[in-house]
C-alpha cells in the first residue's frame, strides 16, 4: 500500500527547524501504523512507539508545556495512539508540532 506522509514543523521555525522534515509517498506493508510511517522516513525518533516525543530533536515542551507532536490521517485526529491506528491504501499521513 501507499500513504502519503508529511511532517510538519513549522510550528518550530523560530528555533531553526525547516518548516517539513519529511514529504512524500511511502510504500509500506499492510497492516503497518501511523508509528511504523514515520519510522519509515528514517528521521531519528525519540519516545515510544505509542508516544513520540521527540522527531528529529524537535522535543515535545520545546516552545511551551503544550508543544509536542499529534498526527492525523485524512485531516482528521484519531483517539489513540500512532501504534494502534492501522493506515490504509491512499492515506494522507500528517504528523504536526504544536503549540
Known amino acids: 500500500m501507499v500513504v502519503s506522509i508529511t511532517v510538519d514543523s ?3 521555525s523560530e528555533l531553526g527547524f525547516p518548516a517539513s ?11 503497518s ?3 511504523d510511517a514515520l519510522a519509515a ?4 525518533l525519540e519516545g515510544s512507539s505509542s508516544y513520540v ?11 511551551g508545556a503544550g508543544s509536542g507532536w499529534t498526527y492525523t490521517v485524512n485531516g482528521t485526529m484519531p483517539m ?16 504536526i508540532y504544536v503549540r
Open 10 to 12: 513549522s510550528a518550530a
Open 21 to 31: 522534515m519529511a514529504s512524500g509517498s511511502l510504500e509500506l506493508s499492510e497492516g
Open 33 to 35: 501504523t501511523a508509528y
Open 41 to 44: 522516513t528514517g528521521l531519528p
Open 53 to 63: 516525543s521527540a522527531i528529529n530533536g524537535l522535543a515535545e515542551k520545546m516552545l
Open 80 to 95: 489513540t495512539a500512532a501504534s494502534n491506528y492501522r493506515l490504509n491504501d491512499g492515506d494522507d499521513l500528517r504528523w
